[in-house]
């Protein structure tokens, strides 16, 4: 195991950036405007806030912003210089019902409309839908206003391959954002795995090792039970690999009070590695230099 822990160490990798919630960090969406967009909440409180910061220094353009609906709301999607929010038809369902655009750089509401539910979005022209009487009724609508331009009530297969062609273009599109894979050891080339197994010290939940080869660097996220008298906590580590220097560039436990685990605990955008430690702070790596 000496290659593992070389003579000549780099210097370790330190967060450039760290930006507190001080409220567990929900679910976060990057956008095309180099900003990553939050959303918190606040289970004893039941409060939704949201939050949008530079995706390269994590300086805060807004934060801490609430709208009329406390708890049932969320993101939709992020899209251009939008945010797409909704409700739901009716509190714990997740049936989604609203449309609510937010403008990605103030945080202000545009525009809502209480009746419709988003679909996609095509050239700055948002799709939406409602039921009347089991009929599926669809709106073309103007995504700066609100204001409705089309409605669509017999013949729908027009934006049917519509929303089918904006998909495949989104899948065929520069995906400047990586997630990681599910470790399976038979799927990984052998060198990678001997270096996930040493990582791991075989002490990892199974089943729950994430892993992203980027260049020289090899991102292991893993879970393994916590030191505690509870049997059924988990810690979350994140270690940062470099395979060039056989060495850990990085090498944290980033929750520490874990009852079940979650997927997707770190992504990679451009020279960046985004994850959220203590479970309320967005917190960023820059392993390679532009």
Known sequence: MADFFPLFR????????????????????TSSQNTIVGETRNQETKSTSFYCVDA??????WK?????EPWWIGIETVYDKWIIMHRFARPDM?????IYMVELATGNLLWGNDELTYWFVHDRKLYAYKYIFEKRLAYEIDINTGTLLNEYADNLDSLHELRRQVLKNESEGIQRTMFPK???????????AIIIQRITGGNALEGWIEYLLRNNMLLVSYYRKANSSDSAILENIFT???????EKRFNEIIVNDVQVPSPDTFFVKDDFIYFIKNKNTLTALQPWKS
Not at 10 to 29: A, C, D, H, V
């Open 182 to 192: 599910l470790y399976s050891q038979g799927e990984v080339e052998s060198e990678v």
């Open 240 to 246: 940062v690999y470099d395979t060039e220097r056989k």
């Open 64 to 68: 801490e912003i609430e709208f009329d």
């Open 10 to 29: 780099s210097k370790q990798l330190k967060p450039i950036w760290e930006f507190s919630t001080g409220m567990l960090i929900w679910r976060i969406f």
């Open 56 to 61: 390269r220094t994590g300086k805060s353009l």
């Open 94 to 98: 997740p049936e989604h019902r609203g």
